[in-house]
């Protein structure tokens, strides 16, 4: 029976990414019992973070795909702490990953500490607008950053923001830099569509 168990426990994490699977349900549940709410959508919120050796690539920083994946972690929690996973909930929607466009400024090396700070930037009529930031703990350098569009299924990113604060919000106005970002999407979207033989009005899916 142990070794029933230890063979499917070693095909787990052979065939699946167990870990991930593991500590996203766990990030969420952290953030909604063990942390206060956050009562301003907009409000920024911490992630701890520390290089483990699993995080390492060849030259001994973490690698680019780690870095991704706790931001993963971060934004789950962060969606869970203001409200908007439970939002989602309620009013039936859901959310994609439609583009993120990540910044490397200066590597994170093996047991350095660290914590990804992501705020709400503000959204349109199709989507939430997210910024993360990993900051060193040891010199409070900002080692990277990354920009996510949240694409809401289901429903819209205003409806959700009406209903937590019970009344209708407008969103702030974004930054330079992710409007320059936004019109880029938007362009690679038309170029691709027009190399697929789509209309230039088919929306992404």
Sequence with gaps: MLLLLLGAGAALFCLLDAWY??????????????????????QEQSWPGLVL?????????????RYLREADL???????RCGLLDALRALGGSLVLAASCARHRRPLRLFERFAVRTRLLGW?????????????RRQGFVCALLLCRLHVVGSSPGRLVQHLGQRQVDSPELPEEVQHWISYNEASSQKLRAESGLGINTKDE
């Design 74 to 80: 971060a934004r789950c929690a962060h969606l869970a």
């Design 124 to 136: 349109d009529a199709r989507a939430f607008y997210l910024e993360q930031r990993f900051v060193s």
């Design 53 to 65: 050796p699993s995080d390492l690539d060849w030259l001994l920083h973490m690698n680019n795909a």
């Design 21 to 42: 699977l593991l500590r996203l349900p766990l990030a969420v549940l952290r953030a909604r019992w063990l942390q206060p709410r956050l009562r301003d959508v907009l």
